[in-house]
């Protein structure tokens, strides 16, 4: 299949962050030794925090022992451990990245991976039946659409809170699970007055104040357990907590002229404290303060909550916030992987980090929604892609000249011996570091972290 591109012409100067060369000819000019070198990781000073897997055991237990039914203000010990996070605890690095010797991606290339896969779709729903042609959206809506009473979605609502509880709801469940939640949700709570203050939400305050049986009820019916009801509850109960301080601080500045010193408060003008406030009093539960933030403190402020991590937290810059941010998930980590925009081992927070960096804010969005309709569709795309089967050669990638796959092996050697993963040199080096500038023979699994949630 031909593709007639018209690549829009980017300059790399204007993205500071952006490499001065297309990757593929700077990766071409290395080694393997100057790969490998180029993918060690960036270590953070010794003073800030780790988190890791006994960090995330001890917090999944406190949030099942934590009890976030009670409607008062002061918390247990376990619900202070819950809440806690501390400062940068999943090694965000905001203003850098991880990788900084690794060598793409140029705004250039990010244009031109992103200008193919629209070309593709376009095309691709030009040739369906109209009854079958999906709305593809790759640019960012002026306005967020109202909230949906059936589907969950990934946080593209108006409200921040009601975009955090769709999103955590939505975390490691299937798309129809998630959305049976939401309309047992409404079913119980309801909904904050569409053309007020509450802008449609669902009334989230009512169920952090709603006796824990009666909402896991409504989640048990989705699939979900105690463990998120819990953490969902908990949630609700800080930002209840935050907000009465808020309410707090603001009535005290107006009283005294002192500036409060909570996070976002500096950004606010007198009229955004008061519609705040306005929703306090009224009820509704409310981070509008982290509207005004800028994106990297935004993150650290939307960490802070149980259960969500930075994925969950660039989905809400990215869709409700509408701020520019790269979100991570299982199908963005393969296909930048595979670009050679990271290297190979990097995990999906490493990926955020640097890709967050280094593509250009414009192409954040539609490069997110592109590589999870591509990563999902193309077989040859796909985690579970076999080469050499009859649907690998019937299946066309467009992409098929910008890719280096880490594959796994046939079907046939599959049922002789378990796949090996290779060692520190990454898989597309090997593929591409040949005497003779042919790529081999040899096939590799794809081997990813799981996303953190």
Not at 150 to 176: F, H, K, N, Y
Request: glycine residues 6%; charged residues 30%; contains cysteine.
């Amino acid at each position: 299949m031909a593709y007639h591109l018209t690549i829009t012409s980017v300059d790399d100067e204007s993205f500071p962050n952006s490499c001065p060369e297309v990757f593929t000819l700077t990766r071409q000019r290395m080694t393997a030794e100057e790969l490998e070198k180029a993918s060690k990781r960036r270590r953070l000073p010794k003073k800030s925090a780790t988190k890791n897997a006994d960090d995330e055991e001890r917090d999944e237990k406190v949030v099942e022992q934590a009890d976030p039914e009670s409607d008062t203000d002061s918390v247990d010990d376990s619900d202070r451990e819950a809440g806690r996070r501390v400062n940068n605890d999943y090694r965000l690095m905001p203003g850098a990245t991880p990788f900084p010797d690794w060598p793409g991606p140029g705004a250039k290339e990010c244009q031109t991976v992103y200008d193919i896969l629209v070309t593709e779709y376009q095309q691709r729903e030009q040739r369906a039946e109209p009854a079958k042609r999906k709305a593809l959206n790759f640019r960012q809506p002026h306005k967020i659409p109202p909230a949906s009473a059936t589907v969950a979605g990934c946080g593209e609502v108006p409200c921040l809170v009601d975009a955090m509880m769709r999103t955590i709801i939505s975390q490691a469940v299937t798309r129809e699970s998630a959305n049976r939640v939401i309309e047992n949700v409404i079913g119980l709570v309801g909904l904050v007055d569409v053309n007020g203050l509450g802008a449609g939400s669902i009334n989230w305050n009512a169920i952090r104040l709603a006796p824990k049986d009666v909402v896991l009820e409504a989640f048990r019916t989705g699939g979900l357990g105690p463990t998120k009801c819990n953490a969902i509850k908990l949630c609700l109960k800080m930002i209840r907590m935050d907000n009465k301080k808020r309410a707090k601080a603001y009535l005290k500045e107006k009283e005294t002229g002192e500036p409060a010193g909570l996070p976002g408060i500096a950004r606010l003008n007198q009229e955004q404290k008061d519609h705040q406030l306005s929703k306090i009093n009224a009820g509704i539960l409310t981070l509008d303060h982290i509207r005004v933030m800028e994106p990297h403190e935004a993150m650290l402020e939307l960490v802070k909550y149980p259960q969500v991590a930075v994925k969950t937290a660039s989905c809400l810059l990215l869709f409700n916030l509408q701020m520019p941010s790269f979100a991570v998930d299982t199908h963005v980590h393969r296909m930048t992987r595979w670009l050679g925009w990271v290297p190979m081992k990097a995990n999906h927070n490493d990926t955020y980090m640097h890709c967050d960096f280094r593509v250009p804010d414009h192409l954040k969005y539609g490069l997110h929604q592109l590589f999870i309709e591509h990563g999902g569709n193309c077989y040859r795309c796909q985690g579970s892609t076999v080469e050499g089967t009859e649907k690998w050669d019937k299946t066309v990638c467009p992409l098929e000249h910008l890719l280096a796959r880490v594959k796994r092996q046939s079907q046939a050697k599959l049922k002789k011996k378990s796949v090996e993963v290779l060692g520190t040199i990454d898989g597309w080096v090997k593929l591409e570091k040949q005497s003779n500038g042919a790529a081999t023979n040899e096939q590799y699994e794809d081997v990813g972290n799981k996303p953190n949630v």
